[in-house]
Structure formats: C-alpha cells, structure tokens
C-alpha cells in the first residue's frame, strides 16, 4: 500500500527546506503561499523548482507543501529542487533515483559563504597596502 504523505529536507548554500509531497493535482505551495505569489516574476527559479517533476514524468500527480528558511531567492529555489528530488526518491526509488541522480538533483550543494578572517575586512579582502 502506497502512503499518503512523502516527506524530505532539502538543502542549499544557507536554505532550508522542509518538503511534503502529496498525491494531487500539481499545486505547490511554499510558506503558505502559491509558487507564483511566492517567486513572482522569476520565471527561471519556477522552471527550476519544476525540472524533478518533468524528468520523472509526474507532472502534474503530487501537490508539494513547502517551508522554507534562510538564504536568497535561488538557495531557496535550489533547497525546494533538493528536497523535492529526494521526497521523490521515497516515491519509486528504483524508478526515481537513477534519473535524478544522473540530472545531480540528489547531489546537496556544498557551496557555502566563507567566513570572515581576523584582520581582513572580509572573508578575502585585505586594507590597502602601502610600501611606506
């Protein structure tokens, strides 16, 4: 018997996502907002946040419920992509896997903002330097 309820954190540069999958008609809906309302005009992220459904062929047969924490717009876009790709693996993981594991959906993005150094005004970014 199939469950009801699919869940799976996703993760990228300081985002977090919390992703619930249900069988549905395709709606997403990200701290209690729709996906539009959420992202606005930012086609690409939409599309992006889309990619685990279309090379899995389920377009349109799960509702994705979403909270997301921290980071930008793209971290948050890439975190929901991670935590929906492997929600989707608890689905079919013979069938799922393979596929998003070749795309690199399953792959946690380890790029994270490097710390500030003492002395430095950055993490990289020295004073002046001045021979004299």
């Known amino acids: 018997m199939a469950k009801l309820m699919y869940q799976a954190t996703g993760r990228r540069k300081s985002s977090i996502a919390r992703v619930r999958l249900l ?8 701290n209690k907002r729709d996906l539009d309302a959420y992202f606005g005009a930012r086609e690409v992220v939409k599309s992006e946040i889309q990619r685990p459904f279309e ?6 047969k799960y509702d994705v419920i979403a909270t997301i924490n921290g980071g930008g717009f793209t971290g948050q876009a890439g975190a929901l992509r991670h935590g929906i790709s492997r929600a989707l693996c608890e689905v079919d993981e013979e069938a ?11 792959t946690r993005d380890p790029r994270m903002k490097e710390r ?4 430095l005004k950055k993490a990289r970014k020295s004073s002046q330097f001045s021979k004299r």
Not at 55 to 60: A, H, L, P
């Open 23 to 30: 069988p549905g008609s395709g709606n997403i809906i990200i």
């Open 55 to 60: 090379i899995t062929g389920t377009v349109g």
């Open 96 to 106: 799922f896997r393979p596929l998003l594991k070749a795309a690199g959906f399953l």
């Open 116 to 119: 500030k150094k003492p002395g």
